[in-house]
């Protein structure tokens, strides 16, 4: 990327291996290995996601079993359901299920988000009973499956992952054998991928939500304006594009307000806010969902992770082998999850560390920084951290902003490194979509928080 010039970020190649450099994701764990340079979600048939509870059951996609009676007296509080979508994001499915049932859309509560270009299968819930109303419900490319009343809710991350069918097109057989594909997908089911924070977490089309969390916890909130409303990006729509471009080169709020499109409805908050109250960018800011600013936030964490396992790799230290002042997490023995309990590694004669990584017993990770980490217990790691902040001009005192308190950022862990389970072929045969191409069918399984393109990165490359 050539920079940012009043606010304009051009890609010199707007691939996504260059956008992603932008948020810290720069290595791969079989650089050695030929990819088979093909292309993902060519159909949203291609990309078939499904959900697996926490007892480890994976939903099936036509899975309907006939609801049973909501019963106050069984002290039922909500009507569960499978949400089956087809290409579309899991925000605009809640969104659409709610204006249907004439609900606010934060009444609708799930595990986790999922892909757009994609079918998807997944678990949510509603307080109350509407058992008989989500029978009726009729919506474009959303389906209502297994309703039934529960005691409990479902909750944010209370799923252990998703099982992921997916079909890579346009693969040039003459490349690439398909026996060297079995040896990427076996290396990847050794060695696992950098556990990245993929682009979706970012924004795939304007990678910067963690720039705009980083401003609004540096208290910079015309910056933090000017990012998520102004600034333009080569890689994003051009609709999108040309409305910021002129608002740029105008400053013309009003016109602006009026020229957005309704589908950049935060923008559009802002704008309208601005107008009423010109000047008062932090007002402005405030004025976004709570748990909009949470995951901006979130975003700048999720990028210092990034770049701090890139830069742990370029200087030659093994993503999978620990170094004296590692920090290992142990796993519960019964989903492999991680746990509270960690040790500090201390070098060479660690048997007992080094025999539960072996058996994936437990984990090497780094922080997600927050107002309760001190970097003194990551010993191997603190040097990492101030190099990074000292190359991004980022003060070690955004961490002490209290709104790090307010939205529980007290800091957490997350692996180095995921390992995907069940990976293997489910077929490699002719392309009836591009010509002279093979496509691959794969099948996996990833614990929640690990992202599946990033796993389809390392074998596309």
Known sequence: MEGKKENFHKFNNISEREVEKVVGIEVFSTPEMKGIQGTIKNRYKDFIVKEITFTGRVLEINEDYTPTRYSVENKDSFTT????????????????????LDIAPKAIDYAGLKDKRAITVQQASIRGNYVEKLKKLKLHNIFIRNINP????????????????????????????????????????TRGFPNYYGLQRFGTFRPNSHLIGRYILENEFKKAFDEFVITTYSSELPQSF????????????EKAYDAFPKSLNYER???????????????????LPKYLIKLLISSFQSFLFNRMLSLRYKKGISLNKPIKGDIFVILDEENGNITQIKYLYNGLYDKYLQEANDLNRAKIVYPLIGYNTNLDDFPALKSFVLEILKEEGISMEIFSNKLLETYDFKGSFRPLIAKPLGLKILEYSEDNVFQNSHKLKIEFTLQKGSYATLLLREIIK
């Open 81 to 100: 359901f499978n949400l089956v979508k087809i290409n579309k994001d899991t925000f605009e499915a809640v969104r659409l299920i709610s204006d249907a």
């Open 269 to 287: 908050i802002m704008i309208k806010y601005l107008i009423d109250n010109p000047g008062d960018y932090k007002g402005a800011i405030n004025h």
């Open 242 to 253: 040309n409305v910021r471009e002129d608002l740029r080169q105008t400053g013309n709020l």
């Open 150 to 189: 529960s005691k409990h809710p479902i909750k944010l991350g209370s799923n252990w992952g998703n099982n992921f069918e997916i079909t890579i097109r346009n693969i040039d057989q003459k490349s690439i054998k398909r026996n060297e594909i079995e040896e990427l997908l076996a290396a990847l089911r």
